[in-house]
C-alpha cells in the first residue's frame, strides 16, 4: 500500500498562475482534507470532504478550489496564484468521518509551493 | 476555539537520554490525541493516537499520555538515539468538521 500519495512534489509558480495539486490515497478511507504548513503557524485546514461527493471550508479556504474526484481522489485547485499561498500542502484521509475517537489522519508527504 | 501549545520549540539532548515531549489544551472536549513525526522536507508520519477515554498509549520506545481533564499530553521517549532527530507535533481532534487542530511542533536534536 502506498497510503496517500501527492502530485508534484515541488512546483514554483509566478503570481496569477493557476495549478492542480493532486492526492490519491489506496486505504478505502472515506474523508479526505487538504492543509497547508506555514512556518510559526502549524497546520490549518483548507477544505474536507467527508465523503464521496462532499466538499466543505476549513479554517483558511480563500483563493481555493477542491474536488473529490471519487472515493480515492481529491484534488486541490489554485485559480489565480498568489505570494500569500507559498507553502508546504499536505493531503490527509481518514476512514471514519466525525466525532469518533477512532478517526485517526494519516497524511501524504506534502507538495512544496513557490509562488513569485 | 482551541488552542494547542508545544514548548519549548526545540530541544537537543545527547544520545541515551530519556526526554518528555509536552503538548496543552485549551479545550478539554477532545476525541482523540495524535503525536506525528516530520523529518525535514518530509511529510508526517502518525506515531500514536490516544483516544479520549484512554490515559496511554505505547508503541516500542515511544509512551503517550493523556490527562484530559489537565490539557495536557506528554510523549515520552525512552533511550533516544539520533535516528530520533525530528519535529514532533501533537494534534488534538475535537470532532468539529473532523478537523485536527496542531502544535506547532518540537524540534528535537540528539547529539551521538
Known amino acids: 500500500n502506498a497510503g496517500v500519495t501527492q502530485t508534484p512534489k515541488f512546483q514554483v509558480l509566478k503570481t496569477g498562475q493557476s495549478m492542480t495539486l493532486q492526492c490519491a490515497q489506496d486505504?478505502?478511507?472515506?474523508?479526505m482534507y487538504w492543509y497547508r504548513q506555514d512556518p510559526g503557524m502549524g497546520l490549518r485546514l483548507i477544505y474536507y470532504?467527508?465523503?464521496?461527493?462532499?466538499?466543505d471550508k476549513g479554517e483558511v479556504p480563500n483563493g481555493y478550489n477542491v474536488s473529490r474526484l471519487n472515493k480515492r481522489e481529491f484534488s486541490l485547485r489554485l485559480e489565480s496564484a498568489a505570494p500569500s499561498q507559498t507553502s508546504v500542502y499536505f493531503c490527509a484521509s481518514s476512514d471514519l468521518w466525525g466525532a469518533t475517537s477512532y478517526n485517526e489522519q494519516f497524511f501524504g508527504p506534502g507538495t512544496r509551493l513557490t509562488v513569485l | 476555539k482551541q488552542e494547542v501549545t508545544q514548548i519549548p520549540a526545540a530541544l537537543s539532548v545527547p544520545e541515551g537520554e530519556n526526554l518528555v515531549l509536552n503538548c496543552s489544551f485549551t479545550d478539554s472536549a477532545i476525541y482523540n490525541l495524535q503525536w506525528f513525526r516530520q523529518d525535514p522536507g518530509k511529510g508526517l508520519t502518525s506515531l500514536l493516537l490516544?483516544?479520549?477515554?484512554?490515559r496511554e498509549q505505547t508503541s516500542g520506545r515511544l509512551n503517550a499520555s493523556l490527562d484530559k481533564s489537565s490539557g495536557r499530553s506528554t510523549l515520552y521517549i525512552a533511550a533516544s538515539q539520533p535516528g530520533d532527530s525530528a519535529t514532533y507535533l501533537c494534534a488534538v481532534f475535537t470532532g468539529a468538521n473532523s478537523k485536527l487542530t496542531f502544535g506547532k511542533g518540537i524540534t528535537l536534536s540528539v547529539r551521538p
Open positions: 486505504m478505502n478511507h472515506n474523508s
Open positions: 490516544i483516544q479520549s477515554s484512554q
Open positions: 470532504s467527508a465523503s464521496e461527493g462532499t466538499t
